[in-house]
């Protein structure tokens, strides 16, 4: 991809803020300490869980960094930022949260596989961007489209990092079509969080931000985009973040039985305490 490269590994990875919990190194997989998720509505970025799977990838030229749009339409296109910056700039106030959140709570039940999250793989942020409806406009996809003349119903999103979970190829996903043209559901193509441009470990300089789905949809560091037939044939859309029964037999099991996990419920987590606090028996009292 012009002006955008994946390192194959982690010599170049961004600065991060020291009071992040680190559940996993390389990929750096980190959360907040609870506390920063009730310190203020917005989280600020430096306390922003970050979920990765490869290196960082680096912007080495923004004039030249474009995303293609490709597949079932009748003429692909080149977007570069300067086509993004030009469509009308949308600011969604919306919680990014890993499927993988409170994995370890989970885990001290029963057995699950993943990295280990406590409560704070979620935050909100102010993501700032155009609307995916919008972009997909620019290639003759109206508003509200269920189907594209050739078949296309589900809008695939590639990126460039090297995950060893695809092989060494990239992380990608895909939501329908019609979600995707949805003005409504507000899916960005965000290119800013909480005011300012994304930051490397978040996407810079442009992610997927799909509201109210696990973040494992809201694909960062963009590279193309397919207008495909089916959903995404990706590991992370079908090989994981899918929900199995505890009776699950993980060496034999069939993907296929269920599908990837997109909205998920509501939920709620003491904040204001971490698990180590503890209070003497007797009367509380809250301030
Ligand atoms: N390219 C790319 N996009 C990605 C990922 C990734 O590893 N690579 N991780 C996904 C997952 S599982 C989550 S939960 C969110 C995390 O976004 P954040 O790191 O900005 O909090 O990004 C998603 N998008
Ligand atoms: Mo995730």
């Known amino acids: 991809m012009p002006g955008l490269i994946a390192p194959s590994d982690y010599s170049r990875e961004p600065p991060r803020h020291p009071c ?55 003429n692909s296109k080149d977007i570069f930022m300067k086509d993004i910056w030009s469509l009308p700039k949308h600011t969604v106030t919306a919680t990014l949260q890993c499927a993988g959140n409170r994995r370890t709570a989970m885990s001290k039940t029963r057995k699950v ?3 280990g999250w406590d ?33 296309g119903k589900h809008v695939e999103f ?8 695809e092989n060494g190829g990239p992380y990608k996903a895909s939501i329908p079509l019609i979600q995707a043209t949805n003005p409504e559901a507000d899916v960005l193509l965000a290119y800013e969080m909480n005011g300012e441009p994304l930051n490397r470990d978040h996407g810079y300089p442009l992610r997927v931000v799909v509201p109210g789905v ?12 397919n207008i495909i037939a089916e959903e995404c044939q990706g590991f992370f859309m079908q090989k994981d973040y899918k929900m199995f029964p505890p009776t699950v037999d993980w060496d034999n ?31 509380v009292s809250m301030l």
């Not at 296929?256 to 996990?261: A, V």
């Open 158 to 165: 590639v990126s460039i990092d090297k995950c060893k979970e």
């Open 113 to 115: 596989r993943g990295v």
């Open 20 to 74: 992040l919990k680190i559940n996993a190194k390389e990929p750096f997989n980190a959360e907040p300490p609870r506390a920063a998720l009730v310190a203020s509505y917005v989280t600020p970025v430096d306390y922003f869980y970050k979920r990765n799977h490869g290196p960082i990838p680096i912007v080495e030229d923004i004039e030249r960094y474009s995303v293609i749009i490709t597949g079932l339409i009748d």
């Open 214 to 225: 696990i973040g494992a949809r809201s694909v960062k560091w963009l590279d193309s985009i």
């Open 253 to 283: 099991i069939n993907w296929s039985t269920r599908k990837p996990q997109m909205d998920f419920p509501v939920q709620s987590a003491i904040c204001s305490l971490e698990d180590v606090n503890h209070i003497k028996p007797g009367k």
């Open 119 to 151: 409560v704070s793989a979620l935050g909100n942020a102010v993501w700032g961007g155009a609307k995916l409806a919008d972009v997909l406009e620019l290639v003759g996809i109206p508003k509200l489209t269920k189907s594209t003349p050739s078949g």
